[in-house]
């Protein structure tokens, strides 16, 4: 189930209220996740969820999802033949679709 457990991505996303910020996530091998912001507002700031589900959908598709111990939510999809992301992202008052691209 969890597709990239043990894992570490890198992702940009285009549109506010994160445009430009750099992302890294990292899916540990005991079900917990860390990202960090690697540039933009926020730089340095991280944090440890509780627990983060992955499931590949197609040959290098996939999907990931958590709840951050902030009330935030995190869903998309990875694609890593084309380099691109798109998902969406809310709290208990917004909600943003959003489009990115991975890193290196």
């Known amino acids: 189930m969890d597709s990239l457990r043990g894992a570490t991505i890198r992702w940009m996303f285009v549109e506010p209220p994160v445009a430009g910020m750099k992302f890294?996530?990292?899916f540990r091998e005991d079900g917990t996740l860390v990202w960090r912001v690697l540039e933009g507002p926020g730089k340095g700031a991280s944090s440890e969820e509780e627990r983060y589900a992955?499931?590949?959908?197609?040959?290098?598709?996939?999907?990931v999802s958590y709840l951050a111990a902030s009330g935030h939510t995190l869903s998309v999809v990875v694609d890593f033949n084309t380099g691109r992301v798109v998902g969406?992202?809310?709290d208990n008052k917004e909600w943003h679709p959003l489009t990115g691209t991975l890193l290196d």
């Open 54 to 63: 992955t499931m590949k959908i197609a040959d290098c598709v996939h999907v």
């Open 88 to 90: 969406f992202g809310s």
């Open 24 to 26: 890294e996530h990292t």
